[in-house]
């Protein structure tokens, strides 16, 4: 545990105990040797005013303390972030180095100089986007980490060969392992990796590494490049002569596949995977339009006075120490109010508790332990579960970023001591939390990481939440589907089974979609008392707040390559 103070100068102020202290002995001493007043009150006096200054001072103390900006343990801050992320793949294994791309018969490109100029030109609409670049041969080489410095990418790009990776092979897959990890891990902006290739790999990694990628919510993006009749080149040891062309039904095999496999996995919310021919008409755009088609857009007034899209916004977290201003603070009140009391109280009471503490040991003992647990914080389950608990209450009073705070903190805290049932309320926490803020993607990312054998309430709560939200986005027939596998959990549910007949007429009439509304879930009581209040916390305001929530949708213009 690392103890930070942000303000030590502010403990200077400890020694103005010093006079403070000389003054109290010299007035303590005049008022015992002047014996004003009846016996009784000089014997409650002579004690009771030296435990009020006792407990005064330690107030002071920790007013200083809480003041100094003390600071151990640690905590996920939300950070506002905006615009998207995307990470560029340069396939720059020899095949690349045909020279089949051009546009008459008299002066042709290579592959790796088209994706070169192609990649220049989609910088120049990405205004807001963070990029990275990503090297790809026998292996994969993050080049140049997320930023938007795009000078440092417009330099790399005309240095693009073979012989920067000295790996033989092209290992595709391995690019956009890469790729994936140059992404910040807690962001939910949009992220989007765009791969410019021919198609050739040499280790077979590409389909199962996009798999995993579009699981994860992450676009991925094949621009071919080349010809699909090919060319003769010249293989990587210098005498080898080779046929290359562009693997264009592979890459549309490669796609299909995927789309397929997360279908059937239950995955409706992972990314899109996508292959375009770099040469065909409007490629450019539908790329762009990928890039920037997901989170939340800024707006702002136009010279019209009406509103439009500027940008695109998520938020970032960020671990930081956990202050501890409020503890001390809480605790200099808890003495200053002491002083008052035991300003009331007669010496028989405070001879009597001493008495059954054991001459005062015991008292020493009680406290030490009170000091530690204050110091050292509360057990590894205790702290999860006040996560989960204070990510609730935030929730409730409609504080999103610090409900995700608690939340994400609680769900580190289950991860490393392998807590599922704490990790599971903790997802699930945080995905009502995303609901809320209107970010789809992310709260159904969140979903559909319960456990299969998760509390079947929240599985229930899980399936009723997607099939809202994809009544929402006008997919009915999946809604049905999904408030038909929550009844079958809780068949007692009014509102799924109002909402299951609600999809099943949208379903059939889609021109009255706007004339209906689906109900939100009213989480009905559980058996356990801490399940029950949980719930109770995250689900009261659900109704209200959500269940006309839409996703917005723009798709730039850019110039076609």
Known sequence: MILTCERPWVFWGILLLIPSLLLFVVWYRRIMKAKLGAAGLLSRLKLALPLRCGCWACAWILLLAALSGLSWGSQLVPVPQTGSSLSLVFDISWSMMAQDVGYDKNRFFSRLEAAASYGEALLEHLDSTDVSVVIAKGEGVVAIPLTRDFNAVRALLPALSPRLITTTGSSLGSGLQKAASSFPVLSVAKKTVVVLTDGEETDGTLEAETRRLAAAGIDVIFLGFGSVAGTDIMAGDGRTVVHSSLQEERLAALVDSVEQSLAAEGRRS????????????????????????????????????????????????????????????????????????????????????????????????????????????????????????????????????????????????????????????????????????????????????????????????????????????????????????????????????????????????????????????????????????????????????????????????????
């Not at 580190?412 to 939390?433: H, K, N, R, V, W």
């Not at 009915?476 to 929550?486: D, G, N, V």
């Open 270 to 561: 992972g990314g899109k995977v996508l292959y375009l021919p770099a040469q065909s008409l409007g490629s450019a755009h539908k790329v762009l339009a990928t890039v920037t088609g997901g989170g939340l857009m800024a707006k702002e007034k136009n010279a019209a006075g009406g509103e439009e899209a500027t940008q695109w916004t998520g938020t970032a977290y960020q671990l930081e120490q956990k202050p501890r201003w409020q503890v001390f603070a809480n605790v200099a009140m808890v003495f200053l109010l002491a002083g008052f009391v035991v300003g009331e109280l007669n010496g028989a009471f405070f001879k009597k508790l001493l008495r059954h503490l054991g001459g005062g040991r015991n008292l020493v003992v009680v406290l030490v332990a009170v000091g530690s647990l204050l110091l050292q914080g509360c057990s590894v389950q205790w702290k999860g579960a006040a996560g989960v608990l204070e990510g609730a209450f935030f929730w409730h009073q409609g504080k999103y970023q610090r409900a995700i705070s608690g939340f994400m903190e609680a769900m580190d805290i289950a991860s490393a001591s392998s807590q599922e049932e704490l990790l599971q309320y903790s997802t699930y926490g945080l995905a009502t939390t995303y609901i809320m803020q209107g970010e789809t993607e992310a709260a159904l990312n969140r979903l559909q990481e319960l456990a299969p054998d998760a509390p079947s309430s929240l599985t229930f709560s899980a399936l009723y939440n997607t099939g809202v939200i994809s009544y929402n986005q006008g997919k009915y027939q999946e809604a049905a589907t999904l408030f038909r596998k929550a009844l079958e959990i809780d068949s007692a549910n009014l509102d799924a089974k109002i909402n299951l007949e609600l999809s099943l007429g949208q379903n059939t009439r889609q021109s009255s979609a706007s004339s209906q509304e689906v109900i939100p879930v009213q989480e009905k009581s559980a058996d356990d008392i801490a399940e029950s209040t949980l719930f109770s916390l995250i689900r009261e305001q659900e109704q209200d707040r959500w269940k006309n929530q839409q996703d917005q949708e723009q798709t730039p213009s850019g110039d076609d390559y």
